[in-house]
């Protein structure tokens, strides 16, 4: 069974850091890229970033609204991916959800979810 | 960057069909994903590439990619469809994934 678990959420001051990690199960997870999305208090899906499987380079891409404070990686021996959140906005205080891309690389639908994780920030 | 147009509510009768758009400029060159969310939940894949089914998924749910409307398709609507749908593509120029707005299902 697929399983991906987010952890690290929680209540942060405005301009600090926090790092999110998605524990996967149930797959082989080099196989896969991974991704995060966001979810505002009563709004819509954001996403907000993903890093490819190594076979389609390892590579991450990020929304506008987070590049050059968000990053992705991912350790495959581990089964872990992480989002490193620097520099945090009001804005960002949203559930996170580690999402599962169908294949290795781009154009795939998600189709596994984590339960998500909410991270606040505020002074 | 490109965007994607979701009425904000459907209402529907249960055992009726409804069926709910995501507006996008050419859309139908670019295969269409689309999720629900019931409440306090993550999003689940209900349809991808346009008419595929995750094989858990009931047939009730289909759909269809065309000019520039997508549309989901739920067929004899129950109860528990009651939720928000919301439909996704891969920008082909930025190569990232966008979202539509997201549609409210109210089952009657």
């Known amino acids: 069974e697929v399983q991906l678990v987010e952890s690290g959420g929680g209540l942060v001051q405005p301009g600090r850091s926090l790092r999110l990690s998605c524990t996967a199960s149930g797959f082989t997870f080099g196989d896969y890229a991974m991704s995060w999305v966001r979810q505002a208090p009563g709004k819509g899906l954001e996403w907000v970033g993903f890093?490819?499987?190594?076979?389609?380079?390892?590579?991450?891409e990020n929304a506008a609204s987070v590049k050059g404070r968000f990053t992705i990686s991912r350790d495959d021996s581990k089964s872990i991916a992480y989002l490193q959140m620097n520099s945090l906005k009001s804005e960002d205080t949203a559930v996170y959800y580690c999402t599962r891309g169908k294949g290795g690389g781009d154009y795939d639908p998600f189709d596994y979810w984590g339960q998500g994780t909410l991270v606040t920030v505020s002074s | 960057s490109y965007v994607l147009t979701q009425p904000p509510s459907v209402s529907v009768a249960p055992g009726k069909t409804a069926k709910i758009t995501c507006g996008g400029d050419n859309i139908g060159s670019t295969g269409v994903h689309w999720y629900q969310q019931k409440p306090g939940q993550a999003p689940v894949l209900v349809v991808y590439d346009d008419s595929d089914r995750p094989s858990e998924i009931p047939e009730r749910f289909s759909g269809s990619n065309s000019g520039n409307t997508a549309t989901l398709t739920i067929s004899g609507v129950e109860a528990g469809d009651e939720a928000d749908y919301y439909c996704q593509v891969w920008d082909n120029n930025s190569v990232h994934p966008v979202f539509g707005g997201g549609t409210k299902l109210t089952v009657l």
């Open positions: 890093i490819r499987s190594k076979a389609y380079g390892g590579t991450e």
